[in-house]
């Protein structure tokens, strides 16, 4: 659909059956199969805690890159990173450059920070994550460039297998975040690429379950 001047916005149906939070027992599964695949897995109760927890993960100083994630803005952790002046922060810096002259300098600084916050779309009872980019940015510090990562995760994103975790991108994260860059932009979001996490090295990536809804 083409952006009008009004802005209207193409709504896609959003199946909401996806914004209900696992149940403890879920969330439990979910932990401990995390750390048979070498992820380090801590359940936390709400937002609070787990901005606290993700802050204790940062030393002071340290580089840090974040994909855009309504989670990491919903629990604080985005304003203290990038306004606090305690860290590094990749993204004030790439946001103030060209990316018609210095697109090359903005990948090489996105892409191996020492720490990578971002959240996830879907996590299964498994052990495994998904999550969706329309350009990718994020996807590669995630899964090899950054030298530490950290993944926080609401209840509601925990699901009981692959196949309903893809559903749950095209069904309810892809059409708020197209709604999202509709209202925001005029323009369409799209599930370009696409990464699994199955395992990493030990120690490497910690995952947060929070015990209540957080983002989408």
């Keep these: 659909m083409i ?4 802005k209207t916005i193409e709504r896609l149906p959003v199946n909401e059956a996806f914004a209900r939070p696992a149940d403890r027992a879920a969330i439990e599964r979910a932990a401990a199969a995390l750390r048979l695949r070498n992820f380090d897995a801590r359940i ?6 787990a901005r606290e927890m ?4 940062l030393p002071e100083g340290t580089e840090v890159g974040e994909g855009a994630s309504l989670t990491l803005d919903q629990i604080g952790v985005t304003e203290i990173v990038e306004k606090s002046g305690r860290y590094d922060a990749i993204r004030p810096r790439t ?5 018609a002259t210095q697109m090359r300098e903005i990948r090489k600084l996105g892409a191996a920070p020492d720490v990578q916050i971002n959240s996830v779309h879907a996590l299964t009872e498994d ?30 994103k925990i699901v009981p297998d692959l196949e309903t975790a893809y559903r749950r991108v095209e069904e ?3 059409p708020l975040e197209d709604a999202k860059m509709q209202e925001l932009y005029g323009a369409r979001s799209s599930v370009s690429k ?14 947060i379950l929070v015990a209540e809804p957080v983002g989408t």
């Excluded at 946001?95 to 990316?99: K, Q, V």
């Design 3 to 6: 952006m009008t001047d009004s």
């Design 44 to 49: 936390v109760a709400d937002a609070a805690e």
């Design 54 to 57: 993700v802050l204790a993960l």
């Design 95 to 99: 946001r103030a450059m060209d990316r």
């Design 127 to 156: 052990g495994r994550m998904v999550i969706a980019s329309g350009t990718g940015s994020q996807l590669g510090p995630i899964g090899f460039g950054a030298g530490k990562v950290v993944l926080v995760v609401g209840a509601q």
């Design 172 to 174: 309810y994260s892809y």
């Design 194 to 207: 696409m990464l699994v996490l199955n395992s990493d090295s030990p120690g490497r990536t910690t995952v």
